[in-house]
């Protein structure tokens, strides 16, 4: 007799937090897709792209490398052994493509236009190349994953059509994920007065490419490490030693180039000033790839699971903060604003983020990500309370807290080399706000007195005569009325200055008793000479 | 209409013969269809619903406004292709094809294009499009027809480099000997006249003398080799390890059926 139990899900502490996250998710969506991009965002016209640019899509993309190293390895270089992995690695790499898309969603003025670069064709936009790999990459990668879908509904025919195409799409996948990794890099070529010299370089898509390999093999080391602790079986630990070797080289390369790089363009002593970039620079380049180098090349280390973990994940994290250096630090300075993500941006990134661990959590629950056999030998002992999350809850339960205190201990260590620089910062300086009478937002803010009139005359005057409205009367209390009229309506906001009003705006003085009239021509020329 | 009026047109702003009216200001306004932004015009920054704008620097009245490159950044970088140079000069843009990643106002080497930020579903790029309109109808932009100083001046691109050249030659000390937009980033079709440094007016004076756009195409032109390349590297790979593990398959069931007999 079956009986329909329904139990509320045992409140824990992870589903608390994911409740909460995806809670003020939803809010700022709505508010996204109903105020718009100013109520949900600290973006600007001097800032037009933020953290959804800065991390869902450039570290979305990145959370495929590992899909693409890997499949690489088992079917273009026919090293059989990384077999096991390869299923979580192709997961891994679909949802960072779905977090791709989703955030290009948000981020997107007109995402329902996210079609357009399919038909109307601009080869030079690097964002056009972009929209393609973007495009390509995810139906590949849903391609490469449908196996697993199509397994669970016995689809004979589509399966037998998708495994052999497998090797084709493997190759197509690699070329578009190398390509479009690099085209991140090349995105920002286009930017040299804006982008901070650390980071801007002619090699940009050589560095994004060399840091994808380092990446996709440290994704790929950390994915095994997660499986190997959920499963406590993964693949031989001796090919990730490997994989850890092959990603202290590309590092290594990285770190080389980088100088050399850096040196001929002279900007080499930018990167020990004082400086908030020089600090989030050497943070960066400490943290992420001289310190996993270093890790790697001690062998102790890197024989160790726990040390080969940890150099992983700072690789990991190096890359997510070089792309927001890149991304957000570097174009900070140049842009005169300082932009840090509203919360409603965070919001919708963490929820995105989410609902990816969740999604994984769901495919590993639902589909044959990790073979048959482990799963029967996880779920045998606590079927009965197997919840959602259960297959990865319980045994990666302690990954995933070393995984979040690794990244607080990496983002304090930042914060850390970075505070000084932070408080150091001069902000920049608004070329708008020079001599007070010109940016309009500060402008209206302290609108109690207008700037400085300045009073042209002809070549045949002395020179101009400034009038400063601030020398004649108290700012803090004006009284305006002490030279204009009563009628004159500066302050009230109200003033009518439309364009078909325009004679009335000086009129309202000009009108041939209170000041000379503005029609009568001729003594337009009493003020006013003409050149 | 006709081949005279595909020449290259262009403003020329020459900010000593300014006087800081607003003409023009009102005149885009009027133009574009654009509400007030602003209690006083002269503190008014450029947006979504303020094209062009007259601000005071170092004492002197100055222009911002869309530079309509000769070989613009923001037309190469879209893409889907909503913004076109037109011969005439004028760079527009077309809301209907855009999908609004704003790759144009990122990449807009003098930060000119706004975003209509409070529009949740169809907001647009705006700047000012040289009166694209009027241009191509043989008429002058809305600002240079209204400009009671001839302070901005509109002409043929040429002609006005020249007229500019002469101004300078003609004035000694009155101007800097620079008429700024005429190499900066490749050229652009506003051109600039001032008596002081063009830095103190908040034009940048860092930029390059050649056009943007050759930085990416630089790399995407190389695309399809790579590709080519990369594609037939990873096939050979494939047939060669697969080809290895066949030989050394065979190899391996050789030497066992060697074995048995």
């Not at chain 1, 996250?21 to 105020?35: D, E």
């Not at chain 1, 989030?280 to 024989?303: D, W």
Request: net charge positive; proline share 5%; with cysteine.
């Amino acid at each position: 007799m079956s009986k329909i139990n329904f139990r509320f899900p045992k409140i824990t502490f992870w589903r608390v937090i994911l409740f909460v996250i995806l809670t003020a998710g939803f809010y700022a969506t709505v508010l996204r897709f109903t105020k718009g991009l100013s109520a949900t965002t600290n973006l600007s016209a001097r800032f037009p792209w933020g953290i959804w640019i800065g991390f869902d899509v450039m570290c979305g993309v990145a959370l495929a490398a590992g899909g693409f190293t890997v499949s690489a390895v088992v079917y273009i270089f026919h090293i059989e052994k990384y077999h096991p992995i390869i299923r979580p690695a192709i997961l891994t790499a679909f949802l960072g493509y779905l977090l791709v898309c989703v955030g290009l969603v948000f981020d997107l003025g007109r995402p329902y236009n996210i079609w357009h670069p399919l038909i109307m064709w601009n080869p030079h936009s690097v964002m056009f190349e972009v929209g393609w790999c973007v495009t390509l990459y995810s139906t590949v990668l849903a391609l490469e994953f449908s196996p697993l879908v199509l397994e669970k509904l016995r689809w004979r025919r589509p399966l037998k059509i998708v495994k052999g195409a497998t090797v084709p799409l493997v190759i197509l996948g690699v070329l578009l994920s190398t390509m479009h990794q690099s085209s991140l890099g090349t995105l920002y070529l286009i930017v040299p007065h804006k982008l901070h010299a650390l980071w801007y370089s002619p090699l940009l898509p050589v560095f994004f490419f060399i840091s994808a390999i380092a990446l996709g093999c440290a994704m790929t080391i950390f994915e095994s490490y997660l499986s190997l602790r959920a499963f406590r079986k993964g693949i031989e630990f001796e090919l990730l030693n490997k994989l850890g070797l092959v990603a202290a080289v590309a590092l290594f390369v990285y770190l080389v180039l980088k100088v050399f790089d850096m040196d001929g363009r002279g900007v080499l002593g930018l990167a020990i000033q004082p400086t908030y970039e020089g600090r989030m620079f050497m943070a960066e380049m400490l943290l992420g790839v001289i310190g996993p180098i270093v890790m790697l090349l001690i062998p102790r280390v890197r024989n160790n699971q726990f040390g080969l973990f940890v150099a992983a994940l700072m690789v990991v994290l190096g890359f997510v903060m070089n792309r927001i250096n890149v991304a957000i630090t570097g174009m900070d300075r140049s842009s005169g604003v300082n932009y840090f993500p509203s919360w409603t941006e965070l919001a919708v990134t963490a929820s995105i983020v989410a609902a990816g661990f969740l999604l994984f959590g769901l495919a590993v629950k639902y589909l044959d990500v990790f073979s048959r056999d482990e799963m029967d030998n996880i779920t045998r002992g606590k079927r009965s309370e197997l919840p959602v999350l259960a297959a990865f809850r319980q045994p990666l339960w302690s990954a995933t807290t070393l995984a979040l205190l690794i990244g607080l201990v990496f983002m304090g260590a930042t914060v850390a080399l970075s505070y000084d620089g932070v408080r150091r910062r001069v902000p920049a300086p608004e070329p708008a706000a020079e001599n007070g009478d010109v940016n309009i937002s500060a402008a209206l803010g302290e609108l109690r007195v207008p700037g400085d009139v300045a009073i042209k005359m002809g070549e045949s005057s002395p020179g101009l005569v400034i009038f400063s409205h601030a020398r004649h009367v108290a700012t803090a209390k004006p009284n305006c009325n002490g030279c204009h009229s009563s009628q004159f309506r500066m302050l009230s906001s109200s003033a009518d200055i439309s364009p078909g009003k325009k004679m009335q705006r000086c009129g309202q003085c000009h009108d041939g008793i209170k000041a000379i009239s503005t029609t009568n021509k001729e003594l337009c020329d009493s003020c006013h000479t003409r050149h | 209409m006709g081949v005279q009026n595909l020449k290259p047109k262009a403003l020329l702003f020459d900010s000593t013969r300014c006087i800081g009216c607003g003409a023009c200001y009102d005149a885009c306004k009027e133009k574009n269809k654009l509400p007030q932004t602003a209690v006083n015009f002269l503190r008014d920054d450029l947006s979504a619903d303020a094209l062009t704008v007259v601000n005071r620097r170092n004492n002197r009245y100055i222009r911002r406004m869309c530079m309509n490159c000769e070989e613009p950044t923001c037309v190469s970088v879209c893409p889907v292709a909503a913004l076109t140079k037109s011969p005439e000069g004028p760079v527009s843009y077309d809301a209907s094809k855009c999908m609004g990643c704003r790759y144009c106002m990122q990449a807009c080497p003098f930060n000119i294009p706004q975003y209509e930020w409070d529009n949740p579903i169809t907001p647009r790029v705006r700047k000012c499009d040289m009166c694209r309109d009027r241009v191509t109808a043989g008429l002058q932009t809305a600002c240079a027809s209204v400009c009671p100083t001839g302070a901005t001046k509109f002409g043929g691109r040429e002609e006005l480099i020249e007229e500019a050249r002469t101004r300078i030659r003609n004035n000694p000390g009155r101007y800097v000997d620079h008429v700024y937009g005429v190499t900066e980033v490749g050229g652009t079709s506003v051109l600039l006249l001032a008596d002081v440094s063009f830095e103190t007016l908040g034009y940048r004076t860092d930029l390059l003398q050649e056009p943007l756009p050759q930085l990416t195409w630089n790399v995407l032109h190389k695309l399809p080799k790579i590709v080519g390349v990369g594609g037939v590297l990873m096939s050979g790979i494939w047939w060669i390890t697969k080809r290895r593990d066949e030989v050394q398959r065979a190899e391996r069931e050789e030497r066992l059926r060697g074995k048995h007999q």
